[in-house]
């Protein structure tokens, strides 16, 4: 495997349709810090052409009254859906759009075309419920692309992980009573959208199959790399997923004008080294990050640089190489809470 075919990408110009109001966070200027990022590596990396979501794919989550109510709102743009959430007269397409390359990526990586891949698209999915959006996200990319991975593909147990700075409510309640979705999620917490807490553990057949990281504000690379170290990777080996997505939002950095985390640069390199490991440990390497938020430009182009860094080097050094080894006080709050939440599915929680 040599280095170009490591990690291919999908973007378009399209995304950048998807026009904001003036002011507005969830802008297209985003797109364009992410792709300046990726230009780095050009001569390294390969592509994915982007496509249109089938309608199909889209009603495996989201119910058809949804999809009828964002294809009408569009026509009438622009519009607010609900306070934070905008469409422009090409919302609808360049949210089909971004489904359908979210889509297209993890086939790839699925049938072994690829041996791992980035969607940089917009807008964001992972606050979409099946009958609502909200929080920037009009369709769920992750979700929508997991569905077609298990149901087009074969693919049986995916695993998700969130770490977005804020949690990805409708993500969870898409898979909460699925037993073949492990859905993990750091993010600050309380914080928008007001989920996430530790005793959110799924429903039904899905008890322990979602498992969440609520995180106190202030928290940077070596909490998350130790939460990371110690609550996804035990339950990841454990659950042994076929395929890895990544709901990549970028505003746990320390610059980002919507949250209070404090990850730099060198925290998305450990986090993505510690993922790929996993990735090569437990399913031939195959992982597909999906980007959510990311609302500074400066945070966009670090995780970006990071993480592409992180999937390209020949033989990554340790995850913690970079970052003093985690042992404060708020890591062991957060693996302490999390395992008694999560005792009766999970007791391997802290397990180096």
Known sequence: ??????IHVVEDIRFQDHRSPAGHP?????????SRAIARDEGRIARIAPRMADPVEILRVHDR????????AAARAPIHLDPDTYLSEASFAVASLAAGSTVEAARRVARGEARSALAAVRPPGHHAEADRAMGFCIFNNVAIAARALQQDE????????????????????????DPSILYVS???FPHYPGTGNF??????????????IPMPAGCGDSEYLGALQRILAPI??????ELILVSCGFDAHRDDPLASMEIGRNGYLAMTRLLRELAEELCG??????LEGGYAESGLIDGTTALLEAMLEETPPAPDRLIQAPSGSTLHMLVDRVAAAQSAHHPEIGTP
């Open 186 to 188: 750091t993010h600050q």
């Open 236 to 241: 990841a080996c454990r659950f042994a997923p």
């Open 199 to 212: 005793a959110e553990v799924g429903t039904g057949k899905g008890e322990g199959a979602t498992v969440n």
């Open 26 to 34: 969830e802008r297209p200027e985003r797109l364009r810090a992410v």
């Open 285 to 290: 390497g195959r992982i597909v990050f999906v």
């Open 1 to 6: 495997m040599t280095v170009r075919e490591r």
């Open 65 to 72: 009254d949804h999809l009828a109510h964002v294809e009408r």
């Open 154 to 177: 074969g693919l049986a147990k995916i695993l998700i992980l969130d770490w977005d700075v804020h949690h990805g409510n409708g993500t969870q309640h898409s898979f909460a009573a």
